[in-house]
């Protein structure tokens, strides 16, 4: 194997194994090893590595994914214009519905939630800045996937697939679409339930001078409380005022 490919791979396991710390909320090098399946002496030399460097931690028996990636994700949020502009929004899509209010863009074929807020009746949901999402499952996911050229839609689902969440989720190729088409035309976006359990959310798209897709805003909430007319026409409405400031402050300010 050449040099940079030894490079190359030993990225990737780096990488792998912070995914794994995450995934397993913290693990020791026999753990990280069985789980991937790689030399428990291989795991322990990028675990050290990773230690050395300052993104993970050792605490007692186990590794921890580290701070250092909490201060490289805000670089990279703070530098995004449509974070300072869809802040606020959210903010006030919160307070006016009591709900949890969201934003959140795509990159690499998945939704990344960039900013949240809760109102004074949302509940707690495993959503937080940062946190990655397929994208056909939630009605931010959705609204975006409907604003995507089709051939980009195509190559999401080859990359990521239509994995049910729930049992309300689409997994059909050809029914996606056909929800995709819903999507542009009413020009906001549904997640009945289909992401998690009892949740229902409400998303409409934030798109560029140019008609490509920026981010999503959304609302959700439990099924109990986001029903009727405040599913239905309410919340879109003050979704699409909420987005045509965040569009006028991205072109303007």
């Known amino acids: 194997m050449a040099p940079e490919e030894n490079t190359i791979t030993a990225t990737r396991t780096s990488l792998r194994i912070v995914e794994a710390l995450k995934r397993?909320?913290?693990?020791?090098t026999t753990a990280v090893a069985n789980?991937?399946?790689?030399a428990?002496?291989?795991?322990?030399?990028?675990?050290q590595t990773l230690e050395d460097e300052g993104y993970i931690t050792n605490e007692g028996s186990a590794y921890h994914v580290g701070l250092r990636f909490l201060e490289l994700g805000e670089y990279k949020r703070n530098r995004m214009d449509i974070y300072e502009k869809a802040r606020p929004e959210v903010a006030s899509l919160a307070e006016k519905t009591g709900e949890m209010a969201n934003a959140a863009v795509e990159e690499h074929g998945e939704g990344v939630y960039i900013t949240r807020a809760e109102g004074s009746e949302a509940v707690s949901v495993d959503t937080y800045a940062g946190k990655r999402v397929n994208l056909h499952c939630t009605a931010l996911g959705k609204t975006i996937l409907a604003m995507l050229p089709e051939g980009r839609v195509d190559e999401i689902i080859d990359t990521h697939g239509l994995p049910a969440r729930t049992e309300n989720t689409i997994t059909d190729r050809a029914e996606l679409k056909a929800e995709l088409a819903d999507i542009r035309e009413r020009?906001?976006?549904?997640?009945?339930?289909?992401?998690?359990p009892g949740l229902r959310c409400v998303a409409a798209p934030v798109t560029s001078?140019?008609?490509?897709?920026?981010a999503a805003l959304s609302v959700s909430g439990p099924t109990s409380r986001i029903k009727g007319d405040l599913f239905h026409e309410e919340i879109p409405e003050m979704l699409q005022s909420?987005?045509?400031?965040?569009?006028?402050?991205?072109?303007y300010s």
Do not use: C, Q
């Open 209 to 214: 001078e140019d008609g490509d897709p920026v």
């Open 40 to 47: 428990k002496s291989t795991v322990h030399n990028h675990l």
């Open 35 to 38: 789980d991937l399946g790689i």
């Open 24 to 28: 397993l909320d913290g693990a020791g």
């Open 187 to 196: 020009g906001h976006a549904y997640d009945r339930e289909e992401r998690l």
């Open 242 to 251: 909420a987005v045509n400031v965040v569009e006028i402050n991205l072109v």
